[in-house]
Every structure is written in structure tokens, then in C-alpha cells.
């Protein structure tokens, strides 16, 4: 199971940080990610972490504004998002794939369990 909160209403150049936490058969992911997905749009890519190795990548549109970071006391997983802009408003997802290599990771396929979602709105 992945519980995803922290979304919120912002003002433009605002931040705000999601968490994701993973429990039961999710427990031990091999790797997490986050997606989003804007009103009438199709659900993107936004970040992704391995929790075995560390390594991450980000979509262009939100490197050098957004962090990912872990804790893995709590198996959870933050994302840091900072310089907000109206465009960053959607949904936002997180999902854990259960195996495989970190590669392809900005494709929902990669993922087998996906958070109930949080609503991130950035107001101009």
C-alpha cells in the first residue's frame, strides 16, 4: 500500500513537499517514482528514486526545482518541490515497481503499485 499527501494550494514560487509511504507487499520497493497528471491531460513523469542503489532522475521540466529524498527507517519517500509555477498543478502519484533495473523508469508500465494520489495546486 502507498499512502501519497502533502499536496496543498500555493502561490506561485511557493514549495511544498510530498511524502509517500509504502507498507504491507510495498514495503520493500526496488525503486519509487512519482507521475502527475493535469486536468484533462495524460498522466507524466515527474521523478524517480532507487531505493537499492540511490540513483535518481527527474523530468526536465522540474529538474533543479524539485528533490527527491528517503527515509528508510520509515520507508518513505519525499519529494521536495520548490519554485512552484502554475504548470506543476495536477495530481500528483507516487508508485513503487516491486523489480528490475532502474532504467525506463518514466514509464507507468515500470511501476506495479501506485499511491490514491494528492492534489497539488499552484495559484498565480
Known amino acids: 500500500q502507498l499512502q501519497a499527501s502533502g499536496g496543498g494550494l500555493v502561490q506561485v514560487g511557493g514549495s511544498l513537499r510530498l511524502s509517500c509511504a509504502a507498507s504491507g507487499r510495498t514495503s520493500s520497493p526496488y525503486h519509487m517514482g512519482w507521475f502527475r497528471q493535469p486536468i484533462g491531460k495524460e498522466r507524466e513523469f515527474v521523478a524517480a528514486?532507487?531505493?537499492?542503489?540511490?540513483?535518481?532522475n527527474y523530468a526536465g521540466s522540474v529538474k533543479g526545482r524539485f528533490t527527491l529524498s528517503r527515509d528508510d527507517a520509515r520507508n518513505t519517500v519525499y519529494l521536495q518541490m520548490n519554485s512552484l509555477k502554475p504548470e506543476d498543478t495536477a495530481v500528483y502519484y507516487c508508485?513503487?515497481?516491486?523489480?528490475?533495473?532502474?532504467?525506463?523508469?518514466?514509464?507507468?508500465?515500470?511501476?506495479?503499485?501506485w499511491g490514491q494520489g494528492t492534489q497539488v495546486t499552484v495559484s498565480s
Open positions: 508508485a513503487a515497481a516491486s523489480r528490475g533495473y532502474f532504467t525506463g523508469m518514466d514509464s507507468t508500465r515500470k511501476y506495479d503499485y
Open positions: 528514486i532507487s531505493w537499492t542503489s540511490g540513483l535518481s
